[in-house]
C-alpha cells in the first residue's frame, strides 16, 4: 500500500490515525529520501528472464 501526504504533518496523523490503530501493528519504520542524487531513468528490465 502506497499512501502520498503532502507534509510531515499529514504523514504524522495517517501513522497515529490509521497505521497504528490497526490491532496488530506494532512497530513502525519510515525511510525518507531528501532529494535525488542520480537521476538516469527507468532500469531496463529483461522481461524474458523474468517469465513475462
Known sequence: MATHVPDLA???Q?????I????PVRDVRS???IRT???RGPLP???RRLGG
Open 45 to 47: 528490465v529483461d522481461h
Open 20 to 23: 497504528l490503530a490497526l490491532g
Open 10 to 12: 499529514a504523514y504524522e
Open 37 to 39: 542524487v542520480l537521476s
Open 14 to 18: 495517517v501513522l497515529l490515525d490509521e
Open 31 to 33: 525511510t525518507f529520501a
